[in-house]
């Protein structure tokens, strides 16, 4: 897909997606389509085409967002049926960035409700099918993202990476998904789920793509006082080319592109030729499946034949992560999903005689059973008599997982792991036992407790023709190496 000139149009690549997203109306991948507001956006961009002005450098690329970044098409539900009505005044700020360089956002994607989930299937509107079986789930809570990508509607898609909601439908799908460091990208405008986790990031098919989308969505803004400067761009010259071209290489090492042999991002200087990978041994086990443990050991032997050295490394620490994170973030979701009342905005319940019975049967009525689950559990460890058993360890082992990190890449440059111990399950396999879908995400949550970025690069396929992906660890701030080592890998 190219982006709009004198030969193609952007009015043509819209109709293009549109097409395509009604053709594949099946996997229940849209909450809204945005046809008019998009093809109108595409007439004006070939308007200034045609009279020779400056266009930005996604002129005319249509893209889809998870439905829990406001912007003022449509109605912004996080999936959800309480925000049902909710039309937001403002725009999200990475929304922002993204149309003031000519992307099209062609509609919005299903989601997990609020983003609570592995699968998609808790979303108000139902699940969202996988791009490689429809009888599979998508992976969450950014399914509809990944398999609009995956199967080719639209060259990229936004998503929200809170414990792995980016990375791990990326792998199911077969796409690349990215969480960058916390606070690289700006969260102002999008439906919060847990404050202190919260990464905003992409979809895309190539790195080269993931490259362009970072160096324009990155950076400081006044509206969100937990983003950082913006390291990302200062760390090389951005990507100039359109998505879906790849990179002109410089010069070539074992038959791949390489735009550049060393990269600094905040991190130690990384030499990407020769660059030390770090391998979990904790994560080699049974529990893992093994066409996913197959595939991480080829890859691994892959690296090796490439000149890159494999580090075994033991992070005991990290088997805290999922019991912390699933006492931190509900306690934070808690927090953030007390506005939703029935008076302010959204859907309200009619059956209700005074106040307080509107927020009961409001919240009752509105909110999905995993978003009262995770209410209940974010109350109950912030509570009296709780928080020092609960919440303060948990903020402790935290702290230990940082330390984990900060260890190991003491002796590596970046990390490989699984994204997931599984394959797509079946939907329906486990929407009714949530432990069996928390540990989906025990190889995901992690990084987002120690606000490390991780990208899923896809490696191929199972026996049954599932997708496969691999996920990529740096250091803090080493988004930048992260990517460029990926068009080394593809």
Known sequence: MKTANKTVSAERLVKDALEKAKFFADYHIFTYLNEEGALKKA??????????????????????????????????????????????PVTATAVKKLEDEGAIMIGRTNMDAFAHGSSTENSYFGPTSNACDKERVAGGSSGGSAVAVALDIVEFATGTDTGGSIRQPASFNGVYGFKPTFGTISRYGVVAMASSTDCIGFFTKTPEDMDLLMSIASGQDPKDLTTLPDYYNNAGEPAQVPLGHAVAPARRHGGRAASTSVVTCGDPQVNLRSARIGIIKDFDNESVDPEIRQALKKKCDELKKNGHEIVELSMPNLKYALAAYYIIVPAEIASNLSRYDGVRYGFRSENSK???ALYANTRDEGFMPENKRRIMIGNFVLSSGFYDAYFLKAAKARTL?????????????????????????????????????????????????????GLTIPVGKSKEGLAIGLQLIGPRRSDKSLIEFAKELA
């Open 43 to 88: 007439r004006e961009i070939d308007a200034k085409i045609k009279k020779g002005e400056k266009v930005g450098r996604l002129a005319g690329v249509p893209y889809v967002l998870k439905d829990n970044f406001l912007s003022p098409e449509g109605e912004t539900t996080a999936s959800a049926h309480i925000l049902q009505g909710f039309n937001s």
């Open 354 to 356: 005074d106040l307080e």
């Open 401 to 453: 997982i940082i330390e984990e990190y900060k260890k190991a890449f003491s002796k590596c440059d970046f990390i490989l792991t699984p994204v997931s111990p599984n394959l797509a399950f079946k939907l329906g396999e486990k929407v009714n036992d949530p432990v069996s879908m928390y540990l989906e995400d025990v190889m995901s949550v992690p990084l987002n407790l120690a606000g490390i970025p």
